[in-house]
Nanobody, 119 residues
Framework: QVQLVESGGGLVQPGGSVRLSCAAS????????MGWYRQAPEKGRELVAT???????DYGKSVKGRFAISRDNANNTLSLQMNNLKPEDTRLYYC?????????????WGQGTQVTVSS
C-alpha cells in the first residue's frame, strides 16, 4: 500500500510563510506527477501546484508568484513553500502523487493538512 504523509500545516500570521512537506512510501516503482491541491468551502479540490518528475511546474492563479513547489525524486518527497500568506489561503491542503506500481498507475492522496492564516 502506498501512503502519502503530509506535515507542516498549522496557524500562520497573514504575510507569513510556511513550508508543507509530503513523503510517499510503500510499494512504489515510480512517481510521475505530484501536486498540492486545496479544498475550498463548498467547492471541490482546486489546483495549488503540480510538478512533473522532470521538474515542470504548474500553479493555480491565486498562488502564482507566492508559492513554490519542489520535489526530491530520490526520497519520494514533495514540498510546498508558501510565502506572503493571505487569509483566503486558509484551506485544507492535500498532497497527491501519480504512483507507478508494477502493473499500473494510481493516484494517491494524503489525508490533508490544515493551514490557517489568521492574526
Amino acid at each position: 500500500q502506498v501512503q502519502l504523509v503530509e506535515s507542516g500545516g498549522g496557524l500562520v500570521q497573514p504575510g507569513g510563510s510556511v513550508r508543507l512537506s509530503c513523503a510517499a512510501s510503500g510499494s512504489i516503482f515510480s512517481i510521475n506527477v505530484m501536486g498540492w491541491y486545496r479544498q475550498a468551502p463548498e467547492k471541490g479540490r482546486e489546483l495549488v501546484a503540480t510538478i512533473t518528475r522532470g521538474g515542470n511546474t504548474d500553479y493555480g492563479k491565486s498562488v502564482k508568484g507566492r508559492f513554490a513547489i519542489s520535489r526530491d525524486n530520490a526520497n519520494n518527497t514533495l514540498s510546498l513553500q508558501m510565502n506572503n500568506l493571505k487569509p483566503e489561503d486558509t484551506r485544507l491542503y492535500y498532497c497527491n502523487a501519480d504512483v507507478g506500481i508494477p502493473t499500473t498507475t494510481r493516484r494517491y492522496w494524503g489525508q490533508g493538512t490544515q493551514v490557517t492564516v489568521s492574526s
